[in-house]
């Protein structure tokens, strides 16, 4: 089966998706490119450190700057197959030989025309930082899947990881749905849970449930391939919808005793 992922270029909470899935599963799909768009899209840079500030802190965020920092410098060396890690995604693919590319926007007619050339069988995102129009949506054969770590259609929206602490839930979900035009509301193919661990701050917990979510992926893709998914209509009647957090909201998740990083 031949499948395209589009996601954002972040090499901190994203790319440990990657990194397990391109490592367990690269031979058991053929993952035909992937597109890795802006970090949260068309936020602007300055609106986004100052939001990551206040919720990491000045410490925080200065170790999240380092992290970055060096997954420029780092991702440019060669790495062989195998590594126990990568700090890029870009070289992540290029040890494994995906083609991946640092694009714009997914809805644009240009990407859409080489998405169409192609021609994947399945459409995934992981952490895509658009929505997705109809006309990208309906052209992969088998659809268009996103994971979302969130107990569906509970926690709908940005930041579900920070959400679910938040509200005090002992365990983070993890939703795999088909994509339709409203975000987070096809219906869901495999839901799963995994538990907080002890005093767990967001920053662990958001890296080792990306983990997580590589190979619940892997398992809705056999299913799909074998044409063994079911789907799971969800109850949006009972939903809830999140956006990132205000500056009151961050203060009262550090009171109640929970830690950024």
């Not at 589009?6 to 397990?20: A, G, H, S």
């Not at 410490?59 to 700057?65: F, K, N, P, S, V």
């Not at 809830?240 to 830690?259: A, V």
Request: one cysteine or more; charged letters at 25%.
């Amino acid at each position: 089966m031949k499948i395209e992922f589009l996601t954002q270029d972040d090499p901190l909470y994203v790319l440990p998706f990657f990194e397990e899935f391109v490592r367990h599963y690269s031979d058991e799909f053929e993952i035909l490119q992937v597109s890795a768009f802006p970090t949260m899209g068309k936020r602007s840079r300055s609106q986004l450190l100052n939001e990551l500030r206040h919720l990491y802190g000045a410490q925080g965020l200065a170790r999240l700057l380092a992290g970055v920092g060096a997954s420029r410098c780092l991702g440019l060396l060669p790495r062989m197959r195998g590594a126990g890690r990568y700090y890029s995604l870009a070289q992540l693919s290029r040890t494994y030989g995906i083609s991946c590319q640092k694009l714009g926007n997914p809805n644009e007619k240009e990407f859409i025309e080489g998405f169409r050339r192609r021609a994947p069988d399945l459409l995934i995102s992981v952490a895509c930082p658009f929505i997705l129009k109809k006309e990208l949506l309906g052209i992969a054969p088998l659809g268009a899947v996103n994971i979302h770590h969130a107990p569906l259609p509970r926690y709908k929206g940005m930041m579900p990881t920070f959400w679910q602490m938040y509200h005090g839930e002992k365990s983070v979900g993890v939703t795999i749905h088909y994509m339709v035009a409203n975000v987070d509301e096809g219906d869901a193919l495999y839901q799963d849970a995994l538990l907080i661990e002890p005093r767990e701050s967001l920053d662990h917990l958001i890296r080792r449930s990306k983990r997580h979510g590589a190979h619940c992926m892997a398992r809705v893709l056999r299913q799909i391939q074998h044409n063994s998914a079911t789907r799971i209509p969800l109850d949006h009647s009972k939903g809830s919808y999140f956006t990132f957090p205000t500056f009151e909201e961050i203060r009262e998740f550090r009171l109640r005793g929970f830690r950024a990083i």
